[in-house]
């Protein structure tokens, strides 16, 4: 139990026998083609049913016998004469399934939905659930992708991930595709079976060299190993290529040579791949190159791509993380605010995107915090469809090493009501296009599994990955349910295992967030290097613009209309006025919207410090809790799992009294103003490693310094 199966492990369930006449004893194809989505369906419904009840099915096509599970699409369905009555409308990707004893149909209105429809009957059966069903399901959204931040090469280490945390790319290596792409094919079918349809495999800080004859090449094969699962490639570009890769002397979207190099790339890219998904592009972010360079808009710099894949079905997810980590300046500028940029920078451009544009909006104003507001570009859009980038790899809640569960924070946001124009508009609605009637929108997620048999470094992080692909196609998916049917497909069948993940999970975003930042100051990591352990010093006095303005007696970034920044602005009228008044603001978000003394009052009674130094022991006496409820299931979950989640959360507990002392150590230093419980500070019963007679370690000085005890820890 490497966890390379992940959720498809297909493992045997109690009294698996026992289901044997209620199962299918055949599988029909119809109309399957070898390495497309229904062939695969076929071999799926062989080797889940072979593996969860040991029973084998016969392959066939007579679709007359009984006691046969049929899949194909609906086209395929009717032309082999079938015929359901009432069958219900379809859209692209949706499914019908009806299971009748071991008669089962799964339909497809494509072949993908074949597929996904054949997933589903598996995930019922791998549950347990083996009863009579007749269910027809449509995604909510038509672009439910993942992102890749895959390096083909990087420095000295080759096909390393950005922000990844699971070990090396599956798809490059030493700056080209790899020859065995075996893990590219497991992926898609992870993906697959949560219902996601396309994968940008290359990082959005992108390389030009990804458009060499032989890596498109290679690109080609890496959709080979995902067209069985229905998985479309996607890529990254870098917005400078033509002046890298091509030679011309520009890259301005608007001039005809670069215009004709971009149409001729593209070209060439769906000769090999001709059902690519599409293309991202980051430009004009962080050092990246964009149209802006020309004085040219956000928009023409879409379009010219948006143009290209025009008449290939493709589609352009532009990026709105647009600002410019160089011209910030808080000394220089109180009203300087990075999370104004997005909405600054996409103003008055709503018209002007192609149809085939996709605009990509991370979740937050800034960046993946462990609490943001949702980002106001949302309800700006309403020509253009918005995508919403969440993010599955932990980049600022704890990398993997730290248990955070994510689903219950994307149910927040999805279900957070921008009251565009006083109506409702919850983020859901206006990502599925609903709101605003799009045809294009829906989901990015940040994925970055790596070569890891774990896929992303740690078992427990994958039910992230699967809440994702489950909340993009019907966003109403409640966490816990998520969770169990995940644990029962991951782990096991045994209810005291689904009690334990489901507690330590659900309880960990909370604890998470009382341990590193909490009422809305962002997660407090350190900004400058690898967004990993507590640093708070290093929020401000930075270009990135993630401050948090603290100074000796108070803390907060004023983002309202009248005094602040102005980003309070940027949300529709209702949404506004909650946030612009003190009043009103959630306490969870106060110090995001307000800047307030370290004595100011919650709404809770507390001092907003002593709130700090509260949660803090708070949430990480709960990470405390996770190592003995872990601990009561041993046995109960197969050793290698055990003690590859056990050495986490062990860590986990420790690492949350790293952060827990130095941020409140950090505030008392700042404020001077004591704990009232007496705590922080006043480590009596403490001895320090440094302190301990040494055998085989030495004492290392820690920078920065509130990372350790006294600045010291032991190497
Ligand atoms: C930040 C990451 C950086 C990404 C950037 C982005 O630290 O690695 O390149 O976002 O999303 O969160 O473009």
Redesign the pocket.
Known sequence: EDGLSAWLRYAPIPHAKHYHDKLPSAVVTLNATEGLPVYTAGEELVDGINGIFGKELSVGDDCERDSVVTVGTVAAYAKNGGCVDELPDLIEDGYHLRIDGGNVLILGQNERGALYGAFQYLARLAQGQVTDDTLTSNPEVPVRWVNQ?DNMRDGGTHGSV??GYGGDSIFFWDGVVREDLTRAGQYARLLASIGLNAVVVN???ANETILTPSNMDGLARIADAFRPYGIQLGLSLRFDSPQLLGDLDTFDPLDDDVVAWWQEKTDELYRRIPDMAGYLV?AN??G?PGPLTYNRTLAEGANLFAHALEPHGGIIMF?A?VYDHRSLDQDADWKADRANAAVDFFEGLDPDFEDNVVIQI?YGPI??QVREPVSPLFAHLRETGSAV?L?ITQ??LGQQAHLVYLAPMWRELLDFDLRADGEDSTLASIVSGQRFNQKLAGYAG?VNVGHNTTWLGSHLAMSNLYAYGQLAWDSSSDPVEMLEAWTKMTFSHDQEVIDVITKLSMESWPAYEDYTGNLGVQTLTDILLG?YGPNPGSQDGNPWGQWTRADADSIGMDRTVWNGTGFAGQYPDEVYEKYENIETTPDNLLLWFHHVPYTHVLKSNKTVIQHFYDAHYRGSAVAQTFVPLWESIRGKVDEERYEHVLYRLVYQAGHSLVWRDSVTNFYLNKSGIPDEAGRVGNYKYRIEAEDMALDGYVPYLVDPFEAASGSWCIV
């Open positions: 931040w950005e922000r990082n959005v800080n980051k972010s962080e990246q990026r993380f991370k960046d993946f980038e993010q980049e600022y940040v967004h």
